[in-house]
């Protein structure tokens, strides 16, 4: 967040903890009632948001720390968050099975965030919500349009799904079959029509999300592959697995 000057992490605890790298500051904040599983930061670093054991979701002010909103709804553990590229949506997966689609356009200006930190957080509507696997919901991702959206499941599949026009509704788009276990992250390409997933096979799989085939199958790591993303503009992929390794891929 921030321009690169903070860091927000998720520990063993209910409590996040915002980094600030270069005044070495470390704030706590507060909310959640049980562990927070998952976090990401909006594409100008304004907002941040956590997934938590407890079932919510939270929306909080990158500058203050103050929690501006909170979204219930799931009826287990929530362990993915994506907030949208272009477009005011937060995406959620659970334990429950289920993917969310979270309405962020009544957020407070960020200015009025600071003002009301110790107030109650507002309650995020909820835009669509999709059973859409047999198993938990481990990752979600966004495309870089906001037009089509993934999640990965402990069912070894990946669902994609249509956001629509006003990016209001989740349409089924089609699966991707072909992990022999778990799938633990997913991620889309910034420039190609492409998607990335990771699993507990020790595989990582390039996909066509046009085609729904797989281009790549990506092995070095010699056990589960629990996180990716895409850098330099797409040419690359950087993964770390539960081998202790982070791995580079042309």
Do not use: Y
């Not at 009826?75 to 993917?99: H, I």
């Amino acid at each position: 967040a921030a321009a690169g000057r903070r860091v927000l992490v998720a520990t063993n605890s209910e409590q996040l903890r915002l980094l600030e790298l270069g005044a070495l500051r470390c704030t706590l904040l507060s909310g959640h009632t049980d562990l927070v599983l998952a976090v990401d930061a909006s594409a100008d670093g304004k907002w941040l948001a956590s997934a938590s054991k407890d079932g919510t979701v939270r929306v909080w002010d990158a500058a203050s720390g103050a929690c501006v909103a909170r979204g219930v709804g799931h009826v287990a553990a929530v362990g993915a968050v994506a907030f949208g590229s272009r477009s005011p949506v937060l995406l959620s997966g659970s334990k429950d099975k289920t993917a969310k689609l979270w309405d962020l356009r009544q957020l407070p200006p960020p200015a009025a965030a600071d003002a009301a930190a110790d107030a109650a957080p507002a309650s995020l509507p909820l835009l669509a919500s999709e059973l859409g696997h047999a198993k938990e919901i481990n990752a979600v991702a966004l495309a870089p349009n906001d037009r089509l959206c993934a999640s990965g499941s402990q069912d070894k599949s990946i669902k994609l799904w249509a956001l629509g026009e006003r990016a209001s509704e989740l349409a089924a788009a089609g699966t991707l079959s072909g992990h022999k276990r778990a799938v633990w992250a997913v991620a889309f390409s910034p420039v190609d029509k492409v998607l990335a997933s990771a699993s507990g096979d020790m595989t990582i799989k390039v996909w066509s999300v046009t085609e729904k085939g797989c281009l790549r199958t990506l092995e070095g790591h010699t056990s589960s592959v629990l996180k990716l993303r895409f850098v330099r503009r797409g040419a690359q992929l950087v993964s770390s697995g539960s081998d202790g390794l982070v791995k580079l891929w042309s």
